[in-house]
């Protein structure tokens, strides 16, 4: 079985989407999000805050009732705790797995600067959802993680010279944040490191406008060494040169 949470929610089983009622899939999400089993009280008081405890413990047997109607195992019930199902793996996992091994320097990780590690790191946690503090907190830090990663991975494919790969990378960090200099430097270096000094003269020149039109700042003085432009006294367009990715 499989669940994917980045993007929208899907449970399927050998590609066949499993009906989920929208209590049950919060359910299966905050059980998904949890690094250990958590107790029935607590998943009930978490997911239903704004009612009594006998509410919350009734809705909480609702949404198990449901998960067993799909006919699948889903969820690892006991008395007193709840955890997701072993057999279930979660599109969310792998990702920050993935993501943390594209920022440790330490590790090789060719194996995983793949399109599909890409599709993974431009999506969001279950975006479209409803807003409540479990929810906003655990999206906050997937956004801010992919962040990291996508910038990570545009370096080491840079470094690769896989730059057509890394300038997709570092678009995708550019569109997930279009106000976070740290992604137009690293989509900048890796159009200087393929020769293509025009475009990074192009990213520099937007990421400047929308600092300006947004926060009304200029460019940090390390992004402006980094791409020299005509009336900065940084020098001319032509003497752009690769910067290294090391």
Request: with cysteine; proline share 5%; glycine share 4%.
């Amino acid at each position: 079985m499989t669940l994917r949470l980045l993007k929208g929610f899907t449970l399927a089983v050998d590609h066949t989407r499993i009906p989920v009622c929208s209590s049950t899939q919060r359910l299966l999400a905050f059980l998904a999000l949890q690094d250990m089993p958590r107790s029935r009280a607590y998943v009930a008081g978490i997911l239903w805050p704004d009612v009594t405890s006998s509410r919350a413990s009734a809705n909480l047997r609702s949404s198990l009732w449901r998960a067993a109607r799909t006919g699948h195992p889903i969820i690892d019930a006991s008395a007193r705790e709840l955890a997701l199902s072993g057999d279930i793996a979660v599109d969310l996992h792998e990702a920050v797995a993935d993501a943390h091994r594209l920022l440790d320097t330490s590790r090789p990780c060719d194996d995983i600067l793949t399109m599909q590690t890409l599709s993974n790191l431009s999506a969001d946690l279950l975006p479209e959802w409803p807003e409540n503090d479990w929810m906003l907190i655990e999206q906050e830090q997937y956004h801010q993680l992919r962040l990291y990663a996508l910038e990570a991975m545009t370096e080491r494919l840079t470094s690769a010279q896989r730059y057509g790969e890394a300038v997709a990378a570092g678009l995708a960090a550019v569109r997930t944040e279009p106000l976070r200099e740290s992604a137009h430097r690293v989509l900048i270096k890796a159009h200087l490191a393929a020769g293509n000094r025009g475009a990074a003269l192009r990213q520099y020149e937007q990421c400047r406008r929308i600092l300006r039109e947004e926060l009304g700042l200029e460019p940090s003085s390390a992004l402006r060494a980094l791409v020299p432009v005509p009336g900065t006294g940084h020098g001319e367009p032509s003497r752009l040169q690769p910067s290294s990715t090391a």
